[in-house]
């Protein structure tokens, strides 16, 4: 459930963000959870389709949530890196991305593999970086298929 505080300096969609990944990351919401639809959610709160649509996109970066084309949104397995109260200040900071230590541990319900995102890239990269494995995956697109198109697309430079 969403609560949203009215006349918050913090805007609706990172209530929503911060709300649903405080669910997921303490088990409140189990993987393979079907969320609400962009579109009911938004009624449910009286807020723009677009507002939750971003928090469902910030999400689905941070590997939190899948989604699934028609089939909806779904919480995925994650394995926390940071204490809860530190992952909230992250994502309540837009800094969503952040893990600590040298990874962050994330396997989804279609794609049980660990996925490593390295601390010296710069939080916006590594936000880049996961959306765009989460696209891949929804497109069948494996990692190392992933990686040899960058590869090639960076002429060969690693």
Known sequence: MIELLIGSPEPPYSQIRV????????????????????RSLATQLELAAGTVARAYRDLEAAGLIETRGRRGSFT???????PLAEWEAAATAGTIEAPSENQQT??????????????DLPDHLQMQIQALLASARAAGIGTDQLAAQLRYNGHGKS
């Open 19 to 38: 709300q649903l990944a405080r669910q997921i990351r303490s088990g409140q919401l189990k993987p393979g959870t079907k969320l609400p639809t962009v």
């Open 76 to 82: 995925c397995e994650v394995t926390p890196h940071l």
């Open 106 to 119: 994330v396997a989804t319900p279609s794609e049980k593999t660990e996925t490593e995102v390295p601390q």
